[in-house]
């Protein structure tokens, strides 16, 4: 049975909710409910059966499911509270959180929120994938699901849409369970992934990457895929004439990118960026008072480690919230991204800052030899040099408390070729 009051409730049972609540109870928090939908904590963990996990977090690689068991186990050593197979329905601006499961309905009132409710993928609908609509389209995530879980290969002639770092694993794993990949396709002129992946996934299995291509046709019988026409793009991703290729295939996987998992805060009224994360202070604290977001929810990240990383440091700032150490009436001064910027994190920064602050961002496309600048009107407060900047890596800078004080209503940031 669940309890009524709790110091702090995670939202979310994966990574960064387990790295969040354990950090959370190590610095003196005891009084922790995690809550998860699934049937097992870990969340997407479970089927990234590939390694290359936990270099950072635990100094040695591992699988996702190793990763995961690393964090479950120690929630459980820490006896911290989790309830699985449990819908949060809504969160209300006092804390009041409420929730589902076969038990019933429950209603918990908390000091303290961190949702960490992971992201999901864009599928055919979201992306108005041309043509007909048979079985056989299927996002890459759930295909690893089917495959690495639940034991079955979504098809046996295979191609990919997306050069994400899910798309490039998947034509890996699914070559070394016997499937034909046929190629794997992106928009961009540049690939989405890692650069690892690239060569890992497809260069070492001769998988062909076609960089300003995209799908212009799908075709199914009975149901059924049964071939996919790509062509060549312009640099505005119109076709170019003439340019279509076709391909016989069962499958086609669409790893065409991923969105936080953010209704549940935007129905308790949070407020959302452009790239539906929630808008945060340097805290991660949200425009609710007392309700944190980190992980995926609120940006996507590269790697689970960062994930890990993020939420831990967010323990810390609820712990100073429920202290009562946190300062509520900040007068916050935006953050702005400049052209060739994604997204930058935090967006807004009071006027009692912390000591310091790390700014998270990706940059659009890829780019060389270039100052990252932060600057307010004509003057420059810091520049930091990067030789290389590409969107499927996120970067960050930090910035010292003196260097903060400079800035007076809004801290600009921008990319600048290095003269």
């Known amino acids: 049975m669940i309890k009524k009051h709790y110091d702090l409730v995670v939202i979310g049972g994966g990574s960064a909710g387990m790295a969040g609540a354990i950090e959370a109870h190590k610095l003196g928090i005891k009084n922790i409910l995690i809550i998860d939908r699934n049937d097992y904590l870990g969340g997407i963990l479970n089927q990234c059966v590939h390694n290359g996990f936990g270099l950072t977090e635990f100094k040695e690689e591992l699988t996702g499911p190793e990763f995961m068991t690393r964090l479950s186990d120690e929630v459980k050593a820490l006896n911290i509270e989790y309830v699985l197979n449990t819908t949060v329905t809504s969160i209300l601006p006092d804390k009041t959180i409420f929730a589902s499961n076969r038990d019933g309905y429950h209603i918990i009132k908390a000091k303290a929120i961190l949702v960490t409710t992971g992201c999901y993928e864009?599928?055919?609908?979201?992306?108005?994938?041309?043509?007909?609509?048979?079985?056989?389209?299927?996002?890459?995530?759930?295909?690893?699901?089917y495959l690495n879980v639940y034991g079955y290969l979504v098809g046996k002639r295979v191609f990919i849409l997306g050069s994400g770092d899910i798309g490039l694993i998947m034509a890996r794993r699914?070559?070394?369970e016997g499937a034909k990949v046929l190629g794997v396709a992106e928009i961009c002129p540049y690939s989405n992934g890692l650069n690892r992946n690239i060569v890992q996934c497809l260069k070492d299995y001769n998988i062909p990457l076609y960089l300003s291509h995209t799908v212009s046709d799908v075709k199914g019988s009975d149901g059924r895929l049964l071939g996919i026409t790509i062509s060549q793009v312009d640099e505005h991703n119109n076709i170019i004439p003439g340019t279509a290729k076709g391909f016989e295939c069962d499958t086609l996987l669409l790893p065409v990118g991923l969105v936080p998992n953010s209704p549940l805060l935007r129905d308790a009224g949070v407020e959302l960026?452009?790239?539906?994360?929630?808008?945060?202070?340097?805290?991660?604290?949200?425009?609710?008072?007392g309700i944190f977001t980190a992980g995926n929810v609120l940006h996507v990240h590269d790697l689970v480690d960062l994930v890990t990383k993020e939420s831990r440091l967010v323990a810390h700032y609820i712990n100073e919230y429920l202290k009562g150490n946190s300062i509520i009436d900040q007068i916050y001064r935006p953050v702005i991204a400049g052209d060739g910027l994604g997204y930058v994190l935090p967006h807004k920064v009071g006027t009692h800052p912390l000591n310091e602050v790390t700014f998270k961002f990706r940059v659009r496309r890829p780019v060389k030899d270039v100052n990252v600048i932060f600057y307010e009107d004509n003057q420059t407060?810091?520049?930091?040099?990067?030789?290389?900047?590409?969107?499927?890596?996120?970067?960050?800078?930090t910035l010292s408390l003196?260097?903060?004080?400079q800035f007076k209503q809004t801290i600009n940031v921008k990319l600048e070729a290095k003269q």
Request: hydrophobic letters at 40%; glycine letters at 8%.
């Open 122 to 145: 864009r599928n055919a609908g979201a992306i108005m994938l041309p043509g007909e609509r048979p079985s056989g389209v299927i996002t890459a995530g759930t295909a690893q699901l």
């Open 174 to 176: 699914l070559t070394l």
């Open 273 to 289: 960026s452009r790239n539906k994360g929630a808008i945060i202070n340097e805290r991660y604290e949200t425009n609710i008072c």
């Open 381 to 397: 407060i810091k520049s930091v040099f990067k030789p290389v900047l590409i969107p499927s890596e996120m970067t960050e800078i």
């Open 402 to 405: 003196d260097e903060l004080k």
